[in-house]
Every structure is written in structure tokens, then in C-alpha cells.
């Protein structure tokens, strides 16, 4: 039997379009990850959504849906401009180009922290907020005085940072040029009180200035300043631990695979390509912890 | 006469290759925040057969997929090798956006080295180099498997012809594509022949296929322009039934197209007519 070109044409059009059609039809076709956060599996929350489980690649319209909480709080909340569309479609993960250069991360961890504290749900703590989405809590969400407390020890007062920033820049130019100016940003510290007017507008500690040569504890630079596509590059290099971060990564970033585990208080499976955030948190930890430990590992196995 | 035949083949490379621009391009569009409606969107490793293949280690060994890769990639996996089983490498002939582009440019090399184009490299310097997609797809698994990551996107012409323009695109993937443009002006199919792990792995199935291009002795006059159609350098006219790992299943040898007598080089079930 003979099969010319029409009928490898007929063929090939059946097999592959008409199998992805069927393949679709039956659910089977999927071209993305699952938007669905995992559910809590124990405790008074069971069977509600997870915050801790909230990725990179989520969108806000994907937390929405999850959580309740609006894509208009949270885009008020990070400061995020644009259409409602662009809200919507926004990704957690975005966060970290946006606030690239803070001396404490502000990206998918922060959304963590605020779908949890907005919806009531727990949540695990380690994460850094900016001062709007603070500010957004103390106002709408029902907070105890342990996470005012909280709140008050990890927010980033970005727009005193940012004019400390331009003021101190010129400074740090002109009289060291050789010498790395390094910003740390300090949250304000006092703690917050039970009514909503009692907001964190002032910080009870303004922005601690570092200009001598100390070396930065983030690998951007100046805070609140945009991260340059050089800087970019070297983050790459380098190496940022996050969700996403496999043992393979901190393996190709100079991190003896037998250091890992002793380091952050886990047993590393043979799998390679397994998430260190999903590793940490199933032995009940907090990666927050393990994130600044690992980071730091990184940041000596690459001589910094 | 010849010029007046509706060209299958190219109706359906066409098709495929503005199915994958236009899936991709308006994922990169939406990525970037742009509104592109109804448009089918998706990243290109979605809608690679060959990030399946990678994966089946990871899959079965953690019960998840190496990352960027999902479950739309299993399913063309799945649907190219039966496709590939029944009539070999069908989907690297009439399917693949990059072997269509490798052939769209060589028709420029064509129009210049006339019958020297494609026969630059020796025969038999040509036959080993093909070995080297053997190479590559071994060092493609294994890298997979052990770091569970898309490795090979680095370095993949195709990922890097479709995402040039966006962040996802990566320098070395860029450095080879440009390479492989510039040797389809000599070569026929430069990826396709040395380097395409996905070729090597649906080539085997050339050795199984029970519809494969088979050669009628009595018919044939010994022409050569079998040979000289072929993309991939087979000697058609040296076999009754072609088994060559390097068959794409181009139907470029055949009566149809190249082959001047009537059911001599068809495409055919069952043994071929001595």
C-alpha cells in the first residue's frame, strides 16, 4: 500500500492537531503551571488555601482567586501602577526587579506575608514589607499585637531611604569614590498600637546611613535605587536564592552539596532538581531562616 | 507536470511554523503585560515534544516535570512517536518550525551553489558527523536528569529563533543559531543532520517503521536525482527499502517529486517489489 504526500499531510493534520484536540477535550492538554496554591492540611484552617504555597508565577488575579484578597489591595499594597489589567496580571515574582537594591528582599516572600496577615491565615514570618502594604494592614486586616509587633520590626520605609539615598549619593561621590556606600535599611521599630489611626507614618528610626566601606548585604547596591542591567547580570551570576532555587542551582552557584544540608538542618534527597523551599518547609522550617543562610553560602562560594 | 502539483509538504510546514510564531509571540506580548485577547498563548517549551522526552526521567523518578516543561509537552511527545512509529520522522519533515526555516534558508544557498550545494562535506565525513546528534542527546538526558532543569534551552537554535526578542532568549542560543543560518547556506539541514538530539531519537525509528520509502530495482534507471532531492544525503538509489537513521520522511526522493518514473521511489507498507 502506497501513502503519497497528501495522505502523510492527512496523517500528520489527524495525529498531531486532532490529538492535541482531543488531548484538550479531555483536560489532558496543559501549557502551564497549576495557579492553585496548595491547601492546609491540619489545624483550624484546614482545607482553606496556603499562602506558603503562593509561587513566583503567580498572579495577583491568581491570589484573588484564592485567597479573596483583591488584585486592587495588593497592587495599593506594592505600590504597583498601570491598568486593572496590568494589576491583574501582574507577578509576584516582578516584585524583586521592582525592589531590586534593598538591603532586605521585597518580592514573592512579601506577597506571602500579606495575603496571609490580609485573609487571617497562618502564615510564616521572615518576610520584609514596604511601608504601604504595612500600612494597608494596620488599616483593613485584623492583626495581633504580635504581628503589629512584627510589622514594626520588618518594614521598609522606602521613600526616606530613597531621599537619604539621593542626598547621601553626591555625598559618598565626591568624598570616596573608591569606597561602596551601603545603605542598610532599618525598619522603624516601635510597636504599633491597637487602633488603625496608630499607622507607622513616622519610623521611630530614620534610615541608618552607612557611608563608610562596609560591605553590602545586598548584592545590588544602593537601596531604593533601580537595579542596573550590569547589576542585573551579576545577580545572575551569582546566584539568588529563592522559591524556585533547586539544590542543582546552589550546586552550580559553588555550594558543596554536603554543606547544604547541615547548614539549614535538612536531609538533602538524591533528587538534584528539588526545590530547597519546598525541602525546607516539609521538615518544618522556615525558609525565610534558610534563605539568609544559604544566601550567604552563595554569596562566599562566589567570593563576595 | 511537477510545477503545477500542490506542494503538501510546504502547506504543512507553513501551517506549523505560523502556529508556533504566533503562540509564541503572544505569550512574549503577554508577558510583557500586552493584552492579546483570544490569541493561543503559551511558552515555547510547552509546545515542544522534546522537553517531553527530557523529562520522562524526572517524571518517573519524582512524579513531576523538569522545570518550564508541562503536561502539553508529554502529550506531542506521545503524538510524534506514534507518528514516528508508523511512518518515521514524519514530524521532522513536515512539522518542525526550525527544519522548515533550515530549508527555507538553504533555498537561498541553492539559488548560489546550484548542484554543489548540500555536497561540500564527504560522504563519509558527512555520515560520521551525523553520529554527533547521538552525542548530544546523551549529554542532553543526562544533564536533565541530574539538574532537572531545561539545560539544553541555553543552547537550542530553535528556543532561541522564537524567543530572540525576549528575555528568555540566551547568548549561546543566539551564537548557534546564527551559526546554523549561516551553514544552511552551504548544507542542507545543518542542525537537523549534526546536532538535533530530537532527530537522533525519532531517526531510530526508521529501523521499526513499517511505512518506510521503499525503491522498485525494476523500474529504476539508475538517475541519481533521488540522491540529489535527498536533504539528509542518503544514497536512495543504493537501497530497495531505506532504513537510514537520517531519513526524515521528506517524500523529497520519491515519485511524487524527484524520482522522473512512475511509482518507481514511493512511500509504502509491506516488503519492497524486487
Known sequence: MRIGKAGVLISVAILILG???????????????????????????????????IRGSYTFADIEKSFGVTVASIAEAFQIEGTDEAKASYKCNGLEEKYAGLSQEIGTGSVRLFVGLAAGLPV??????????????????????????YLAEHTLYLEEIAKA??????????AEPAKEADITTVSGNRAFGNTTEDK?????????????????????????????????????????????????????????????????????????????????????????????????MVDKASGK | MASKRINYRLISQIVFFALIAVITVSHGLAERGVDVGNVPSS??????????????????????????????????????????????????GWVCPFGSFQEWLGSIGKRIFKRRYNRFIPPNLDKLLGFMRYVVLIWVVYVTAVSAKLVFAEYDPYNALFTFWTSEAQVAGIVILVLVIAASMFVERPWCK???PYGALLGLTNLIRPVSIKR????????GKCDRACPMNINVSGTGNVRDIRCISCLECTSESACPVKDTVNMALGTPRR
Request: charged share 20%.
Open chain 2, 216 to 223: 522498485n530495482a525494476d523500474t529504476c534507471i539508475s538517475c
Open chain 1, 165 to 174: 539615598v539621593e542626598n547621601t549619593a553626591a555625598l559618598v561621590e565626591k
Open chain 2, 43 to 92: 511558552s515555547i517549551h510547552s509546545v515542544c515534544p522534546f522537553g517531553g522526552v527530557v523529562s520522562i526521567y524526572r517524571f518517573v523518578t519524582a512524579g513531576n516535570y523538569v522545570q518550564k516543561i508541562h503536561q502539553s509537552s508529554f502529550v506531542l511527545m506521545t503524538l510524534v512517536f506514534i507518528s514516528a512509529v508508523a511512518f518515521g520522522p514524519v514530524f521532522c
Open chain 1, 200 to 296: 507607622p507614618d513616622e519610623p521611630a528610626v530614620q534610615p541608618k546611613l552607612e557611608t563608610e566601606a562596609t560591605p553590602a548585604k545586598d548584592a545590588a547596591g544602593l537601596a531604593g535605587q533601580p537595579v542596573s542591567e550590569e547589576t542585573s547580570h551579576s545577580l545572575k551570576e551569582t546566584g539568588t536564592v529563592k522559591g524556585s532555587t533547586t539544590i542543582w542551582d546552589l550546586m552550580q552557584w559553588g555550594v558543596a552539596r554536603e554543606e547544604i544540608g547541615p547548614a539549614i538542618g535538612i536531609e538533602l534527597p538524591g533528587d538534584n532538581g528539588a526545590k530547597i523551599r519546598d525541602l525546607v518547609i516539609a521538615a518544618g522550617k522556615s525558609f525565610e531562616e534558610a534563605k539568609v543562610i544559604l544566601q550567604a
Open chain 2, 194 to 196: 549534526y546536532a538535533c
Open chain 1, 124 to 149: 510564616e514570618k521572615g518576610a520584609y514589607l514596604p511601608e504601604t502594604a504595612t500600612n494597608w494592614l494596620l488599616e483593613n486586616a485584623k492583626l495581633s499585637d504580635e504581628d503589629k509587633q
Open chain 1, 19 to 53: 490529538g492535541i484536540a482531543v488531548s484538550d477535550a479531555l483536560g489532558l492538554w496543559v501549557t502551564e503551571s497549576t495557579k492553585e496554591p496548595a491547601k492546609i492540611t491540619s489545624g483550624d484552617f484546614q482545607g482553606f488555601s496556603d499562602p506558603n504555597d
